[in-house]
């Protein structure tokens, strides 16, 4: 049996015990699962196969330590077989997919690997639309303030005051990681008041179109999930309504290949 196959039979063994449904359209599968009663977690990039991953991963935080986001956590007392072990959860925080993956580099025990420090390896998982119908593109609606707000109020580099005044303008002599985090306010912020395309807009995939676009449907826009999508998570936590969600440890054929026989 291939990866592939082995990798799907877990999804469809994981999503048909979820009741999940799955909706086959012309722009790829609409699935309206609960991710949270998802067992798996979003690895940082480069992270092994799951059952590999629960031993190797000696519970050490330098990749939390190293990463320039902030997207990295270790699980807390609930995470059960993976308590203290480091995962990302896009809601929060999606990864940015830094070009020279200091997370896998910095990893000691082989529990992210190193060899997998080029985009073509990173296969953390796969996103998808759980809500449709939330889609601000798809009624033709704008970025509410509140939504890029939020963003400000989570990013972890700024201090009280920067959040306060929506500040984030870059100063001479800020270190590398606060100028990655403000760079990326300061993008987010072109999309104030306008028509929503931020998960487009800000995927962080090197060739962006590659991984989402947007596609017409019902007078408006939604975003259409492609095959060079690796389930960074950052659209996930960018989009102001809560339309994308990632499967954790797929991969676009996995999933949306088999939708569309
Ligand atoms: S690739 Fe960069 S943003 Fe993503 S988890 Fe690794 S260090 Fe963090
Ligand atoms: S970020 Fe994308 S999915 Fe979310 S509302 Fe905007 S266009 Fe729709
Ligand atoms: S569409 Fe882009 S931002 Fe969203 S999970 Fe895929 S690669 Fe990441």
């Given at each position: 049996?291939?990866?592939d ?125 759980a ?15 509140s ?9 972890k ?28 306010l ?20 090197p060739?962006p ?27 996930v ?15 676009y ?9």
């Open positions: 049996m291939s990866l196959d082995k990798k799907r039979r877990k999804f469809i063994k994981q999503m048909t015990g979820l009741g999940v449904l799955g909706l086959a359209s012309g722009a790829g599968i609409y699935f309206a699962p609960d991710l949270k009663a998802s067992t798996l977690r979003l690895r940082p990039p480069g992270a092994v196969e799951e059952d590999q991953f629960l031993k190797l991963c000696i519970k050490c935080g330098q990749c939390l330590q190293v990463c320039p986001y902030d997207a990295i956590e270790l699980e807390d007392i609930e995470g059960g077989a993976s308590v203290g072990m480091a995962y990302i959860d896009p809601e929060k925080r999606g990864c940015y997919l830094c070009e020279a993956f200091p997370c896998m580099l910095a990893c000691p025990s082989g529990a992210l690997n190193h060899e997998h420090d080029n985009i073509k390896y990173v296969e953390m998982g796969v996103a998808y639309l809500n449709v119908d939330g889609c601000l593109a798809l009624h033709n609606k704008k970025v509410p303030d939504a890029i707000d939020k963003i400000y109020n989570h990013t580099v700024l201090t009280a005051s920067q959040k306060k005044n929506r500040d984030a303008n870059l100063r001479g002599d800020e270190k590398e990681k606060v100028k990655l985090q403000k760079q990326l300061l993008k987010l912020d072109k999309s104030r008041g306008k028509p929503c395309t931020i998960c487009a807009d800000m995927c962080p995939y060739t179109s590659d991984a989402i676009g947007m596609i017409k449907k019902d007078g408006g826009l939604i975003p259409e999930i492609r095959e060079a999508c690796v389930g960074c998570g950052a659209c936590e960018l989009c102001p309504t809560q339309v994308l969600k990632i499967i954790p440890a797929q991969t054929a996995s999933v949306y290949k088999k939708g569309k026989k």
